[in-house]
């Protein structure tokens, strides 16, 4: 940073109270123990500015303002991060309060710090209203999202501590709020980044006000045993330095109370009493290194009965935020039962101050072993490979979740969705039916087109109308999520599914006709099974709606199945020249055909078709002569044909008839339906028997008991072919047990 600013701090003398003057010798105080490379005149420059900005604003507690960005820049500085987080730390609350612009503090400080300090504005104006555990962890995972950069969470977690620890000016409603929300948000953020310290002060501060009653009963029993505690810490700390010494093991041991959450948190949780809670009081043996730690382990075991089960190694398995240490709980000779964790003084950094201890590191990261440590944080953050070593921290981003963006229902509710996602993945993440009925999105209270990308923090209203038409298949390639897409996808195929199969069926037959197969043989009864089962459908209706959906492509069916029916082509072909020779040339001497039929030998008789059996063309075919009403004409497995050839007397009246060669004639014929008794059922048998473009010339329904009906359906259809997809049609419609043609 190279401008010191401002033409104002020189023009204009700053009357700077002795308080405000005190506070910042503290803050001076502790960037120098803690940012030892910091320029302090940068620092003072952004503190006058801040003190300026804020003018006579005061705090609830009746300070000055700028009290509170001192003390959180000083919380900053004691964590050891660098100059221009101490810098954003103490211009933190400027834009929000004082319409200082993000230009004019990157003019005066340059544009890193403009950055963060616009990073931690905006995390200060999202709101939050207490859920339920899934929501706040999307909360938590918003904030980290909503910062680009590490040190902007940082900065809120120090805003945070200093509100906290100067809460008890507000009214009771608010430090209930604030207390909630540090519980829920920001001690676990805090704990995800491993700042154990930060994490534990937020805690206590919270549970103080969250209540007050065991709070307070919890010190005033720390309070009651303080005289028994600091003798017994003082005879344990010396006894483990004493024999560690002995044993030629240098090392530093701390004693301390467990933090009053964390006896909290037993108590209740697991239904103990105060005096149940067995590691109140904790030693730390900090030592140089990881074989030491678990020499200490043996020495300390040697020294105190241990309690079973109480053992844990974070040093073998380290804690996902990285904790590392050697714990171990263990009985004093006074019967008092006491914590030890052993670790390293480098694991006791991370231990304490999480992903800022390696701020404090900085300096020593040159070489690859030492990049080596820092590689939790480059999993935790995801960030991009950073070449030098210098600006390796400065470019820590906060983009664990880049693949993830997280909005706001106007309820305030988190939704998370991959990134790139627009109003439509939102609606159909809130319910398909708000998707299928959506006609328009907010965002943030402005109408926003479709294709709108959603971004961290973004408050997503969809618009729905009863009479929408529903989804467009264009959104098909405007969403990003697959849940949309499916949903999407879905209502096609339920919505429209007769549209579908019509659809289908064309798409279907055209390209068998392209790969030139031969369509008859395709739907023949014989074929059709086959074909059904290599394609995966159990009726055509439901390949034809796959394919009208674009859930199935026609090309792709088509290929599976074409060497199959040119193989049953060419068997055919074989077989046919017999009868083509023989009974086909027999009938030759036809000569007009009637209602579609040829009567072998007979010109123009009268021929009709039989109401028992109803043949349509395909079918073989036999004729009756009646008496005085011309041929009759039967299928050849008319029940009544096969019975009358026993009768000698009606033997002989039977004549050869064939189909003459003609499309446009429609044949009747009757189906009859067993079917599950449901509600709709009959709309659905129709809509699939005109979705097959088939005339329906009855129709007629009747309950059979047991939950039962069954439906006699008369059709007018061109060939058996037709006749045969129909069937299958019909066969598919969900309840329907049964499908036949009438056979007397
Ligand atoms: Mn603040």
Known sequence: MNSVPSDRTESQALSIPPKVEEQYHSLEKAVKAGVPSANLEHIRAAFEYAFRAHGDQKRKSGEPYII???????????????????????????????????????HLFGNDVADIVEGVTKLTRVTYTSKEEEQMENFRKMLLAMASDIRVIIIKLADRLHNMRTLEYHTEQKQREKALETMEIYAPIAHRLGMQRLK?????????????????????????????????????????????????????????????????????????????????????????????????LGYIHEMYRPIPGHFKDYIGTPKPNMYQSLHTTVLGTEGIPFEVQIRTWEMHQTAEYGIAAHWKYKQGI??????????????????????????????????????????????????????????????????????????????????????????????????TSKSSKGPSRDWLKIVRSSEARNKIRQWFKREQREENIVLGREMFEAELKRQMLPTALVFSEEMLPRILKKLAYLS???????????????QKSVNKIRDEVRAAEKARKKE??????????????RSHP???????????????????????????????????????????????????????????RWIGVEWANNDSDTYTTTLHITAKERGGLVVDIASVVSAAKIRMTSFSARDIGDGLSTASVTLEVRNSTELTAVIHRISAVSGVTEVRRSDR
């Open 68 to 106: 509170h960005p001192l003390a959180a820049a000083e919380i900053v500085a004691e964590l050891g991060l660098d100059e221009e987080s101490v810098i954003a730390a103490l211009l933190h609350d400027c834009i929000e309060d004082t319409g200082a612009t993000h230009l004019e503090i990157a």
């Open 200 to 296: 534990w002060e937020l805690e206590d501060l919270s549970i103080r006000y969250l209540d007050p009653i065991g709070y307070a009963a919890i010190a005033q029993e720390l309070d009651k045993r303080k005289d028994q505690r600091t003798a017994f810490f003082e005879t344990v700390q010396s006894r483990i330095t004493e024999r560690l010494a002995a044993n030629g093991i240098t090392c530093q041991v701390y004693g301390r109370i467990k933090h009053i959450y964390s006896i909290y948190r037993k108590m209740y949780s697991q239904n103990k009493s105060f005096e149940e809670v067995l590691d109140l009081y904790a030693f730390r043996v900090i030592v140089d290194s990881i074989s030491d730690c678990y020499n200490v």
């Open 366 to 463: 040159s070489t690859v072993g030492d990049e080596e440590k820092f590689a939790w944080i480059r999993r935790l953050l995801e960030t991009q490979q950073e070449s030098d070593a210098a600006d390796f921290f400065k470019s820590l981003r906060t983009d664990m979740f880049s693949d993830e963006v997280f909005v706001f229902t106007p309820q305030g509710d988190v939704i998370s969705l991959p990134a790139g996602s627009t109003p439509i993945d939102f609606a159909y993440n809130i319910h398909s039916a708000v998707g299928n009925s959506m006609t328009g999105a907010k965002v943030n209270g402005r109408i926003v087109p479709f294709t709108q990308i959603l971004q961290n923090g973004d408050i997503v209203e969809v618009i």
């Open 540 to 554: 055509l209706d439901d390949l034809y709606a796959a394919i009208g959906y674009g859930g199935a492509s026609a």
């Open 576 to 589: 046919e020249p017999a009868p083509q020779t023989a009974p086909a040339a027999k009938p030759k001497p």
């Open 594 to 652: 009637v209602n579609g039929v040829v009567v072998e030998g007979l010109d123009n008789c009268l021929v009709k078709f039989s109401r028992c059996c109803s043949p349509v063309p395909g079918d073989d075919i036999i004729g009756f002569i009646t008496r005085g009403f011309g041929v009759s004409v039967h299928r050849k497995d008319c029940v009544n044909y096969l019975q009358s050839l026993n009768k000698p007397e009606e033997a002989d």
